[in-house]
């Protein structure tokens, strides 16, 4: 839907101001002359801080971390694709034939985390009606077959006219723009880009000088800087679930703590209004009209006060979480109306 977790909240906030507006019901309750008319006014009260109360939408926190997700997944994509683009620049210009067996390793490596994420995306989304695993496929295919034939063709270059060969990475790629452009007509310019930026790499990866055949010496290298990388990777993993942690069991905690807290806020609150209610029963009628202006005064302060902290929270409570609270607090602002009621 249309809603995000801070406009929900501001309408939630905006919904506790409409009540402070309504500080002059009691004295329409001391003018009603039939029981009939107070209690309709009376339940005219209530109904309006009900409606105060139902701001949030019942799917906002679902809506929420699903369009998150999506951009997270967006940014992810851009990420790995850049990656692949990056490296592909690397190889074309790399002389070093491990340094080159090395990059071409890392574009497989990231096709499959590219083929990952496109499904992620379509499970969420439903909006690629492609399969990402052969799409993907073509693309490390289109670039292995590009490296390997990339000489054989500069020297068969000349003569043959237009004429194609049907198992080069010409073909390749012609099949996989047909394959793509089937896409296009039900994915507007989203297929059409990805089919566009495979060809580039087809064409591009053509131009790079096919690799000799490494010797011992090289191939143990290759071996090392792969059990490096998977050193590394390692310590990713690790970093990883550090942030996890934080993220997940840490800020949960905090949003647990923030919730307790507005909890006791609104009990404890309840209970000093009761005390003082009490109080002020017990004396004569004529002292009654200022106990209960303070009473009155003080839930007021004291709420916009707590409204105040709470805002300043709520990043850290989902809005899925709040419905204890909004329960809690829909009592005590009922309780306060019948605190004050018992002045009269």
Not at 280 to 292: D, I
């Amino acid at each position: 839907g249309g809603h995000n977790l801070k406009t929900d909240c501001q309408t939630f906030a905006n919904g506790f101001n409409k009540i402070s507006g309504l500080r002059d019901i009691k004295e329409e309750l001391k003018k009603c002359t039939s029981k009939s008319e107070y209690d309709a006014k009376k339940n005219n009260y209530i109904r309006q801080c009900e409606e105060a109360l139902t701001g949030l939408s019942n799917n906002t926190s679902s809506s929420y971390i699903f369009v998150q997700e999506l951009k997270e997944l967006e940014l992810e994509i851009n990420q790995i694709t850049q990656k692949m683009e990056e490296n592909k620049k690397k190889a074309m210009s790399e002389t070093d034939p491990v340094k080159k067996a090395v990059l071409i390793q890392s574009i497989e490596e990231d096709g499959l985390l590219l083929q990952q994420k496109y499904k992620k995306k379509q499970e969420l989304a439903n909006k690629f009606n492609f399969d990402p695993k052969k799409k993907v496929d073509n693309l490390i295919e289109s670039m292995k077959k590009a490296i390997k034939k990339g000489k054989k063709k500069r020297t068969d270059g000349s003569g043959g006219g237009n004429h194609k060969n049907p198992n080069s990475s010409d073909a390749n790629s012609s099949d996989s723009e047909d394959d793509y452009s089937s896409d296009d007509s039900n994915n507007g310019n989203g297929g059409g880009k990805l089919k566009n930026k495979l060809g580039e790499y087809t064409k591009e990866l053509e131009k790079i000088p096919e690799p000799r055949e490494l010797t011992d010496a090289e191939q143990e290298n290759v071996e090392k800087e792969s059990k490096q990388k998977e050193k590394m990777q390692l310590l990713v993993v690790l970093f990883l679930a550090g942030i996890g942690y934080y993220f997940f069991i840490y800020l949960n905690n905090k949003r647990e703590e923030a919730k307790k807290e507005i909890n006791l806020f609104v009990r404890k609150i309840k209970k000093v209004i009761k005390e003082k209610a009490e109080i002020e029963q017990e004396k004569p009628k004529k002292a009654r009209g200022n106990a209960k202006k303070e009473i009155e005064d003080f839930a007021k302060i004291e709420l916009q006060k707590k409204i105040r902290e709470f805002n300043k929270k709520i990043d850290k409570t989902s809005a899925g979480e709040l419905s204890s609270v909004i329960n809690e607090t829909n009592d005590f602002i009922i309780d306060i109306k019948v605190k004050r009621q018992g002045l009269h």
